[in-house]
């Protein structure tokens, strides 16, 4: 039972443009959820987190979405770099435990 | 302020033997959880410790196994008799606790069983 899922296993977009990368749940249990980002051989970066009594948190060119009656959120980052190229994780937290998703590999070409 | 650091970071086993993988949480953390990340995968939760205590073990397999965070010193994720199945990247993370708290990952292990 898959209860985080991010359907696109890669995005690439233009340096400047706006990458869109999304997740849905099923959980309703989950209290927040988080943004991790992941280079090779390294482990996952915190981004950005929203609890889940808002719709919307920003921090500098992240911003993160949720829409809790369709149970999905996304993750825009604006202008897009190419140091953004990595594999984006989307995870919901309940009592401490992270469900992850698994993963959208992000490529902004220069 | 150092983060989570995890030892070693490459460890080879052969099939049978036993791994042990340390993590130092970040300074002021007294949570830790360990993940796991199986080729082509997620991360998938394994434990939650608190010091001395065990508050989630939910993800852990039944046997073969066990984790502590003693009082003094690291956390240890210990897998005894390993198989080839375990070869994975095993991902410690820490956080200060509380309510909807960040958690921040160490670089990790990456264990292989020949």
């Known amino acids: 039972d898959q209860q985080v899922k991010q359907n696109s296993p890669s995005l690439s977009v233009q340096e400047g443009r706006i990458s869109i990368l999304n997740c849905d749940y099923t959980n309703s249990m989950f209290d927040y959820f988080l943004w991790y980002k992941k280079y090779p051989a390294e482990g996952p970066t915190f981004l950005i987190s929203?609890?889940?009594?808002?719709d919307k948190n920003e921090d500098g060119r992240f911003t993160v979405f949720l829409n809790k009656s369709a149970k999905h959120l996304s993750l825009h980052i604006v202008p897009s770099q190419p140091g953004d190229s990595a594999v984006y994780f989307c995870?919901?937290?309940?009592?401490?435990?992270?469900?992850f998703g698994t993963g959208t590999l992000l490529a902004v070409q220069p | 302020n150092a983060g989570v650091m995890q030892n070693p970071r490459h460890l080879v086993r052969r099939r049978g033997q036993e791994a042990r993988l340390r993590c130092s949480p970040m300074k002021g953390h007294s949570h830790v959880y360990w993940y796991r990340q199986l080729p082509e995968e997620g991360l998938k939760f394994m434990v939650y410790?608190?010091?001395?205590?065990?508050?989630?073990e939910s993800g852990m397999p039944k046997e073969r196994f066990s984790a502590e965070f003693p009082k003094e010193g690291p956390s240890i994720l210990r897998i005894q008799q390993v198989v080839r199945g375990d070869s994975a990247a095993y991902f410690c993370?820490?956080?200060?606790?509380?309510?909807?708290?960040?958690?921040?990952f160490g670089p990790g292990t990456r264990l292989t069983v020949t």
């Open positions: 995870a919901g937290g309940a009592t401490n435990k992270l469900i």
């Open positions: 410790l608190q010091k001395e205590n065990i508050i989630d």
């Open positions: 929203i609890s889940s009594i808002k």
């Open positions: 993370a820490s956080s200060p606790g509380g309510p909807n708290a960040e958690q921040y």
